[in-house]
Every structure is written in structure tokens, then in C-alpha cells.
């Protein structure tokens, strides 16, 4: 069966370190991978996007890296502030679908001052 | 740029009646516009897919009828909860794609709606 993974339990670190989030997916063949922002009782926001033959993209503390091999993308937050603390989303834009977004769970995670 | 919103952000109905949430494109054109639903600890399901001037494409398992979904310009797309029930009280979240098929998406604030 198809699935997106990401960790349920909340990530806890404290300000200054590096956060990695994990997304796994099987039975997937993504042409994108999206990663999401969403605050407590907000929509989404768009953080960064990753093509399938992109290894790593990065946007000023961001990073996220993509292996098609593995199946699997990481997330990377460096030197987090509390203001980091939020669930993020990745979400999946399948081949056969225009802009469709399959979103994982999220995993949240909270930076410690 | 990119705003979407979303109206009203909180509404409350009796079991029964029919809720209509609207989403609009502030500053720019989307002929595309997405329906999801979002339960507590859950991800986002995707509900819909609307296309301005055409139906919408319901994901399986959504009720067409029960969720009305009207495109009628390129900036506003309108959900209808018919006859809602309170299994029906969640989260729904709008949002609006750019041009380009692997372009992201932006998401309105959402509103929760709850079925007494």
C-alpha cells in the first residue's frame, strides 16, 4: 500500500541546534517533493520544493535533501529559534497528478529557548 | 503576494443545515483551486479539485452532493457542507496552485467548522 511517513512523536531540541525532520514514503514515484509549515489551527505554508533529480535544495537556514533510492527526504532547520517550533508537512506531487499534493501526517517539533 | 483567504474562520451549525465557506485569491488569478479536510493529528485529505468555469474533481470516498463545490471565477471557489452532521466537523483548508504543475501551493487560515 501506498504510504508517507513522518515521525509522530514531537521532536524537542533546544535553540541553536540543528533540527532534521525524516518523510518516507513507499509505493510512491514523486516528480516533487514539498515541504509545509502549519501552525495550530492555521492552513500550510510553502517552504521549499525538491525535484526528484535534485539531491539538496536550500533556502537561507533550510535545507532539504531528497533520495529517490531510499525513498526518503530530510528536513533540516539550522540554528533553530523557538519561533521554528510548528508541525511540518511533507507532501508529495505524484507524476500522474496536476499540482496534487498527498500530504504525510506532519511531525511537530518544538525548540527549546 | 500569493494571500488566500478563507471566510468565515470558525462557524457553528445545527445538525441538518448547510454551511458555505469561501475561499478567494487576493492577488492573483488560480485556476486551480484544492479542497482539504483536516481531522485532529491528522494529515490533510484532499477533497477536491476545482477548476474555474468547469466541475470539480472529487477525490473517492466525497460525497459530490453533499459537497458542493462551485469555481466561478478565477479568484473565488465555494464550499457547500449540505445537510451537515456532526461526523462532518472538522477542519477545511483551501488552497490555491500557480501555474506551473509542480508549482506549490497557497493555503488559506482555514475554517473550523463544528456540527452540533
Known amino acids: ?113 | 503576494g500569493a494571500v488566500v483567504s478563507q471566510h468565515p474562520s470558525r462557524v457553528i451549525c445545527k445538525s441538518g443545515t448547510s454551511v458555505k465557506i469561501e475561499c478567494r485569491s487576493l492577488d492573483f488569478q488560480a485556476t486551480t483551486m484544492f479542497w482539504y479536510r483536516q481531522f485532529p493529528k491528522q494529515s490533510l485529505m484532499l477533497m477536491a479539485t476545482s477548476n474555474e468555469g468547469s466541475k470539480a474533481t472529487y477525490e473517492q470516498g466525497v460525497e459530490k452532493d453533499k459537497f458542493l463545490i462551485n469555481h466561478a471565477s478565477l479568484t473565488l471557489s465555494t464550499l457547500t457542507v449540505t445537510s451537515a452532521h456532526p461526523e462532518d466537523s472538522s477542519f477545511y483548508i483551501c488552497s490555491a496552485g500557480l501555474a506551473a504543475p509542480q508549482g506549490e501551493q497557497y493555503f488559506g487560515p482555514g475554517t473550523r467548522l463544528t456540527v452540533t
Not at chain 1, 71 to 95: E, G, R, W
Open chain 1, 1 to 113: 500500500s501506498q504510504k508517507i511517513e513522518q515521525n509522530s512523536e514531537a521532536l524537542n531540541i533546544q535553540e541553536g541546534k540543528t533540527a532534521t525532520l525524516t518523510c518516507n514514503y513507499t509505493n510512491y514515484s514523486p516528480a516533487y517533493l514539498q515541504w509545509y509549515r502549519q501552525d495550530p489551527g492555521r492552513g500550510p505554508v510553502f517552504l521549499l520544493l525538491i525535484r526528484e533529480n535534485e539531491k539538496e535544495k536550500r533556502k537561507e537556514r533550510l535545507k532539504v535533501t531528497f533520495d529517490t533510492t531510499l525513498k526518503q527526504s530530510l528536513f533540516h532547520i539550522t540554528a533553530s529559534q523557538p519561533a521554528d517550533s510548528a508541525t511540518y508537512l511533507c507532501a508529495l506531487v505524484l507524476n500522474s497528478g496536476y499540482s496534487t499534493l498527498t500530504f504525510g501526517k506532519g511531525t511537530m517539533l518544538l525548540v527549546s529557548p
